[in-house]
């Protein structure tokens, strides 16, 4: 019995030994929580205008010596957790002057007063640089305008037209009022002669498509849309925008019409805020019958004669509502919040406007979704997604309905009587070839879109004197343009016998964005900045066309259906790898001093042609016919490996070196001759 009460006795006392530490654990571990929960205290409060006692939104809290940071939310409201003690805080924000407060760890009724400032140098920009700078350490024009607060005040149909007239220099130059069309961007004026005018978009760091005329046959001649305008305005928080070519170095020598760099809206630290925004208007035109100048024809007495074609539509035949008051409307949301690891921003819109006619509109339906994740104090990663959905008719298919009233009356005149078709009591009403209910009722077109833009963007500061980022997106789109004329063999049609077109476009950009900036003060006040950085960049666009003409009856409205149809392809892609360099000397932060230098590292251009000729079908129902044979022809431009040395520094588009051969038959006269049914 003894070993086994002496086992007893043991085994006792050591179940007692790891009860204490266990105990003594725990009470550590309490100890230690509690030591930092004292350490680590709530600091909050309210950023306000030190006149008039506003609520400042989106003004930025750091902790100076930390990389802690916050910004206010909708209410001018902040919170963030801080040390134990007196801590010191910078806060700043676009258009006032920078505030440093003493914060005691702790309170909660905190109240930062900040004055506008006049001359804002002291602005963060991110376009046209390595990484963010100071306004006051860029030698360029840039200007930065905050479409948040613009919207607010004046809601704008389009991006365009919101951002005209913020910036000199930079113009929007829309051709009409018509509902879908855009117009073109320019900065400073035109700089060249063959190459395009338009300068570069950006939205989030990755480059997107920025067409002002994109190929369609829905819009014709100067009408077709803008690819900027499918943007939301109500999503945007800021737009910078560089003049010249000073961003040359940074995105290419495309870049020397300007930059246009769209920043959306991020997610907030703080409780979620959600906004509703309805918008209600009207289009229309100011009493038409004498908005538009009458025309003029002399008669047979030879007086001159003055004409209004359409009153006397109205008085005579009693059509008198060919235009109408369109109704806008715009129903959207938008959801930000989020903590100190994690921010969101969600919206979503629905759009619907109407034209001064019946058939002229727009549906669009957009939506957002932005994510910001903090997992250290030196990382930050934005993820950005955004998609567009919209579907127009135009109403300058054929020409605007303006046109056939301005050249009404055409000579030589219209006199009542003169058995011209153009006469007031012909056939054509006055008018010129086309009447105003063949735009209503035989002619149409619609273009579809789907865009999708999305952007990762990575930012590190490894050390103080360090830090890089990586940027990865893209922006596809699918547009589908088609047009019709019905084949109604009615007067005032310039097309009586039908014709149907369409037109798909898919382009695709994809970007690839490194750069790193080392900040380094040998002596004091000297200041030198040194950042690198990588480059890719594609873009392709595919288009493919058809056209049908000559369609049986009015009910047939398919390609298939025509009696001369039409084919065409082509393919444009262009890859482009470069890397920069720059060197920056700040003396006092007053003196700056930048030198740079870009190379094309690499370059890949390839253009696909192929064209159909038309194929010509028997009109007579089983008949033979004679058309020419389908001839394709293929071409592939070689690799220009050697562009980058001979055109050092050039970033033109392939599309500008694009060439089109016209077909030739060759001496033997080899032309195919084939008969063909026509479809039964």
């Not at 959306?264 to 908005?291: E, I, Y």
């Not at 100048?293 to 035949?317: H, Q, R």
Request: charge should be positive.
């Amino acid at each position: 019995m003894l070993p086994f009460q002496v086992t007893e006795g043991w085994t006792e006392g050591a179940n007692r030994r790891i009860t204490w530490r266990r105990i003594a654990g725990a009470a550590g571990l309490l100890f230690a929580l509690a030591g930092r929960a004292g350490a680590q205290q709530v600091v909050s409060g309210t950023v306000t205008d030190a006149a008039t006692r506003r609520p400042l939104d989106n003004a930025v809290l750091a902790i100076q010596g930390t990389r802690v940071r916050t910004t206010t939310d909708e209410q001018g409201q902040f919170r963030f957790t801080v040390p134990s003690g007196h801590v010191t805080v910078v806060v700043t924000r676009v258009g006032y002057q920078p505030v440093t407060a003493t914060m005691q760890a702790g309170s909660t009724n905190v109240t930062v007063a900040m004055s506008a400032a006049a001359v804002s140098l002291d602005e963060v920009i991110v376009t046209g640089t390595p990484g963010a700078q100071q306004a006051r350490a860029l030698g360029n024009a840039v200007d930065k305008l905050q479409l948040a607060t613009v919207a607010e005040l004046a809601a704008a149909p389009s991006l365009t037209s919101l951002i005209s007239g913020q910036a000199p220099g930079v113009r929007f130059m829309s051709v009409g009022g018509e509902i879908g069309t855009g117009g073109n961007t320019r900065i400073r004026g035109v700089r060249s002669l063959s190459q395009a005018a338009t300068p570069l978009v950006y939205v989030d760091g990755v480059r997107v498509n920025n067409s002002d005329a994109e190929p369609g046959v829905a819009f014709r001649g100067v009408n077709k849309p803008s690819r900027m305008n499918d943007l939301n305005p109500q999503e945007i928080e800021s737009v910078e925008i560089i003049k010249g070519p000073a961003a040359a170095t940074l995105y290419g020598t495309e870049a020397s019409n300007g930059v246009i760099q769209i920043i959306t809206k991020k997610g907030r630290q703080g409780r979620p805020t959600v906004n509703l925004r309805v918008r209600q208007g009207a289009a229309w035109l100011p009493d038409p019958f004498h908005l538009f100048p009458p025309t003029y024809y002399k008669n047979s007495a030879g007086e001159i004669v003055e004409f209004n074609v359409l009153e006397n539509d109205c008085l005579e035949y009693g059509n008198c509502s060919w235009f109408t008051t369109g109704h806008a409307q715009s129903y959207g949301s938008e959801m930000r919040g989020g903590s100190e690891a994690v921010q969101y921003y969600f919206s979503a819109d629905w759009d619907r406007d109407e034209g001064a006619v019946p058939y002229n509109w727009k549906n669009k339906l957009s939506g957002r979704a932005n994510l910001t994740y903090v997992p250290t104090e030196d990382l930050t990663v934005d993820f950005s997604l955004g998609g567009i959905r919209s579907r127009a008719q135009s109403g300058s298919t054929q020409q605007p309905l303006s046109t056939a009233i301005i050249w009404s009356c055409p000579a030589p005149g219209c006199e009542r009587g003169s058995g011209f078709p153009n006469a007031i009591d012909g056939p054509f009403r006055g008018y010129i070839a086309y009447l105003p209910e063949i735009y209503e009722e035989d002619v149409e077109g619609f273009e579809n879109l789907d865009r999708t833009i999305f952007s990762v963007a990575a930012k590190h500061d490894p050390w103080p004197w360090l830090n890089h980022r990586l940027t990865v997106g893209g922006d596809f789109g699918m547009t589908k343009t088609s047009n019709l004329w019905r084949a109604s063999g009615r007067i005032g049609s310039i097309l009586p016998s039908g014709r149907r077109e369409v037109w798909h476009v898919r382009s695709t950009f994809v970007n690839l964005d490194y750069g790193a900036t080392g900040t380094v003060e040998p002596i004091a006040n000297l200041s030198l900045a040194t950042s690198a950085g990588v480059q890719f960049y594609r873009k392709a666009r595919e288009d493919a066309s058809a056209r049908a003409d000559v369609l049986p009856v009015k009910a047939l409205e398919t390609l298939s259906s025509g009696s001369i149809q039409t084919a065409t392809e082509e393919i444009i892609e262009n890859k482009t790898l470069g890397a920069y360099a720059q060197e920056q000397v700040s003396w006092k932060d007053r003196i700056f001093l930048t030198g740079a230098l870009r190379r094309l590292v690499g370059r890949d251009r390839r253009a696909l042609l192929r064209r159909q000729s038309p194929v010509q079908h028997a009109q007579a129902p089983g008949g033979l016919g004679e058309g020419r044979a389908a001839a394709r022809r293929v071409r592939r431009a070689p690799h220009l490996r050697g562009l980058g040395r001979a055109r050092r520094g050039s970033d033109a588009d392939a599309v500008g070196h694009r060439e089109r051969q016209p077909e030739t038959r060759g001496r033997t006269g080899a032309r195919a001759r084939a008969g063909c049914r026509s479809p039964q």
